[in-house]
């Protein structure tokens, strides 16, 4: 090697080394500037709960975080908007089973793509659906209602948040396990309408997700929530079997929560948010309050275990949308 290399190869080590901290510097003051948690969804609805828990939590930790909502798309176009944004920390996502799992899926085109678009970060939560009824069906039990159906083919209908939501889809795999009831889908543009229209008795039977107000309306009577789509009994409402319980197995129908990044984010930002995440969640005030809204808290699943838990609902619901049907986007 001669003079020349030696002196290029010393300059190039110490501009590397000069970079590298530089970098590191970065990172460890991250983050320098509030960041965007986008909610694929408008306010009110049940991811927009979550993610406005979460920020109010790691705020303290984090610095300051602000939640948007941008609902369309069935949640295509936020989750797309925030696939395309540049992997600086700064824009993240409120992820679901609904936006990662199924509308690649059940929809013709989405734009995004989640496996390579998006790192996840953490998974805060878990949200169950649940098969509800009005007070006039002449039923208390999920079993009494499969054999109601079974005797008055097409005289029942259900309500659901839309085409190809996780409520449309735990309906649709309710008749199919139940051995294929005659059951009428009525899409909604989301659940609150179909919530009220149950009330009113416009429509006999619901699919939601069983949410605190769900719950509270059980509780005073205003509908009855037969039974819930997880593989245990919601802790807020142990009183309420699962419709495994009831005797159909593989019904499990949830909303898995989770903070995504746009792919390219630097792991050391990742683990930041996941470590003020982690932090936030094991606080029981915290789960506390998840809970009386009708979600599970799901602790310790960060970074390199969140995908694998996407992965599973993937795997699971493929064989599942092969054999229901729903109504294309």
């Known amino acids: 090697m001669n003079r020349r290399d030696v002196i290029a190869l010393a300059l190039l080590s110490l501009s590397a080394g000069a970079a590298a901290p530089r970098l590191a510097a970065a990172q460890g003051r991250y983050p320098e500037r509030p960041i965007k948690l986008m909610v694929a969804f408008s306010a009110g609805g049940v991811n927009d709960v979550v993610a406005r828990q979460w920020a109010e939590r790691v705020k303290t930790l984090l610095g300051a ?61 878990v949200s169950t659906t649940s098969i509800v009824v009005h007070a006039s069906v002449p039923v208390k039990t999920s079993k009494e209602l499969i054999a109601y159906a079974k005797a008055n083919p097409g005289k029942l209908s259900y309500g659901s948040a839309g085409n190809g939501s996780i409520t449309n889809l735990a309906g649709e795999l309710f ?11 009525v899409p909604y543009k989301g659940i609150g309408q179909a919530v009220g229209d149950l009330i009113g008795g416009q429509i006999p039977m619901l699919s939601a997700n069983a949410t605190a107000q769900i ?63 982690q932090e936030a969640v094991a606080d029981p005030s915290f789960q506390a309050e998840l809970l009386k809204l009708g979600f599970e808290p799901v602790l310790g699943v960060g970074p390199d275990h969140a995908a694998g838990v996407f992965q599973d609902e993937l795997v699971r619901w493929t064989p599942i949308l092969k054999t229901i049907t729903t109504k294309p986007q």
């Open 65 to 125: 975080v602000y939640v948007e909502n941008q609902g369309g798309g069935s949640g295509t176009i936020a989750t797309g908007e925030v696939a395309r944004a540049p992997g600086d920390g700064y824009t993240i996502l409120l992820g679901s089973t609904s936006t990662m799992v199924l509308n690649p899926m059940t929809m013709a085109k989405v734009p995004y793509d989640p496996a390579k678009d998006f790192v996840p970060i953490a998974i805060l939560a």
């Open 175 to 185: 008749k199919q396990r139940a051995g294929g009831l005659d059951i009428v889908h």
């Open 215 to 277: 719950l509270d309306l059980n509780r005073a009577g205003k509908l009855h929530i037969l039974s819930v789509n997880s593989q245990n009994r919601v802790r807020t409402a142990p009183e309420i079997p699962t419709s495994i319980e009831a005797g159909l197995p593989g019904m499990l129908a949830q909303t898995t929560f989770g903070v995504f990044a746009p792919a390219g984010t630097p792991r050391p930002m990742l683990e930041r948010i996941n470590a003020v995440t």
